[in-house]
């Protein structure tokens, strides 16, 4: 560690990776206990505007920046038929969802979706039931939201009191259909052939849309699909759909885990990252190849519309004395998730050019606390989220970087520094995101922009708490935040504490 101890970043607006889509910034909502009802919408909840949204959580969600809604899930779609959640709502009929064992009232279906979309001035994504659902059904959903003619669902539209259409442009061909936890869940074969028919039907109907192909659920060790499943449904869909999913949530406590046992621990983090790395690697291997093997000119990127961190206060307390705080709230998320959460969208801004589609999961929870019968908080990975959700816009410029080094485990050493740099033309501005995932050390951080050697530094802030395990509550709901630090125009040294997120502006004149 103690050799080069400085991170040395290089960047020249000639060397590009690509521009950044706006929709790497979308979230995502299920129907999950009380996610929907309670914490989103709630009819007789002090805040609840005309609609019954809770114009407090309506407020964070329009301050978090996020893009797009990914909607209504998630395991909850396969079992889900949306013609339940249209009409009056005293006429709608309640139904047992078998995804999360629970009720569905189906007071919140497509339309308040897409209303609660455009109240928050973002798009509407909407997953479709490949599970118990049909094609058929899947074209009259289109037909219900997209068209404007005098066919039956585009006049129940209206009927309704919708009098334009929803216009909805990104559409999800299922979810998780090679999960054995998934209703119906498929053969890559049978439900590619299910995709595929349902596609094309749809494409008929609006050639404007885009739509997402399942891909596996998750890389972990005891997934056998992973990555075949991938390959196959790609050869048989690839010509008629856009993007290809991804879904990843990881942890570092060693009892939790999605499918296998986690075995990474806190001296694992700094390779988290590294791994959604490769798993994005590994499919679009899988997508070039049968590209290459159709000689087809289109090329299929990735929607990664689930990723999230599993957050845990369990951790080997005796190897880090140095943490003496741990938040007693499980649901609240630390300072350690927040720095993880930003160095994830660190990675999918150096994979801009393959990842065109990006959903965290979810927003209520993960980014925004919610109490069903009381007020609510921005977690601690609310605050990355957002940075990057204003900030990140642009092209991102390719790094030449050399720096530190630290031990992580069954990994060996790996960067202790992660980085993006975006240069935004329109407003002659360069951004840094900046993880640093020492432990215990201080990095100097050194930025050279060539070809901008007048650029100007107007901005340094930072997520750092030296307790790594304190985080946000009901109590204290500002216990870790960001903070400005003064900088000088010329600035080009900056030093990132241990375990701390970092938000660098330049200014080119």
């Known amino acids: 560690m103690e050799k080069g101890i400085k991170q040395k970043i290089i960047v020249n607006p000639a060397f590009t990776v690509g521009k950044v889509d706006e929709r790497l910034y979308g979230t995502f909502l299920e129907h999950i206990h009380t996610i929907v009802y309670g914490c989103l919408y709630n009819p007789s909840h002090p805040q609840a505007d005309a609609n019954g949204f809770r114009k407090d959580v309506l407020d964070l969600l329009r301050d978090l920046g996020t893009t797009f809604i990914r909607y209504p899930g998630g395991n909850f779609v396969s079992g889900y038929h949306w013609k339940d959640g249209i009409g009056p709502r005293d006429k709608r009929i309640r139904k047992y969802d078998l995804a999360w064992e629970q009720e569905e009232s189906n007071q919140v279906g497509i339309d308040e979706f897409c209303t609660l979309c455009r109240q928050l001035n973002i798009e509407p ?29 585009a006049v129940e539209r209206r009927k309704n009191g919708y009098q334009n259409p929803h216009n909805v442009k990104l559409w999800g061909l299922g979810n998780e259909m090679d999960g054995i936890h998934q209703i119906e869940h498929k053969t890559p074969v049978e439900y590619a052939r299910k995709a595929v028919e349902t596609a094309r039907m749809m494409k008929k109907m609006d050639k404007s849309i885009k739509l997402v192909l399942c891909g596996s659920c998750s890389p972990e060790i005891d997934l056998k699909t992973y990555p075949e499943w991938d390959r196959i449904v790609l050869e048989e869909a690839y010509e008629d759909i856009d993007y290809i999913s991804l879904h990843r949530y990881y942890t570092y406590n060693p009892d939790t885990g999605m499918y296998a046992m986690n075995t990474d621990t806190l001296e694992n983090i700094a390779h988290l990252p590294i791994d959604i790395s490769n798993y994005i690697d590994t499919i679009m291997a899988a997508s070039r190849f049968v590209q290459g093997k159709k000689r087809c000119s289109k090329s299929v990127y990735i929607s990664f519309d689930e990723w999230g961190i599993l957050s845990s206060k369990n951790f080997e307390k005796e190897k880090y004395p140095q943490w003496t705080e741990i938040c007693d709230d499980k649901r609240s998320s630390t300072a350690l998730d927040a720095v993880l959460h930003g160095a994830f969208m660190i990675t999918m801004i150096n994979k801009c050019d393959v990842v065109k589609v990006a959903c965290e999961s979810i927003v209520i929870g993960s980014m925004i606390m919610v109490d069903p019968n009381g007020g609510c908080f921005r977690q601690t990975t609310f605050y990355p989220f957002r940075d990057v959700a204003l900030l990140g816009k642009g092209i991102v410029l390719k790094q030449s970087a050399e720096g530190p080094r630290e031990d992580a485990g069954k990994y060996g050493e790996l960067p202790v520094i992660q980085s993006a740099v975006i240069y935004n033309d329109e407003k002659k501005e360069i951004v840094v995101f900046a993880v640093n995932f020492s432990k215990q050390k201080d990095i100097p951080f050194e930025l050279s922009i060539q070809e901008f050697k007048e650029a100007e530094c107007i901005e340094f802030r930072q997520l750092y708490e030296k307790e790594a395990f304190a985080g946000n509550t009901f109590k204290n709901p500002f216990r870790v935040v960001p903070h400005l630090l003064e900088v000088d125009k010329k600035q080009r040294n900056f030093v990132l504490p241990p375990i701390s997120w970092n938000v660098i502006r330049y200014r080119i004149k």
């Open 125 to 153: 994504m909407l997953v479709l039931n490949l599970g118990t659902g049909t094609s058929e059904e899947a074209l009259e959903e289109l037909e219900y939201c997209n068209y404007d003619g005098n066919t039956k669902w």
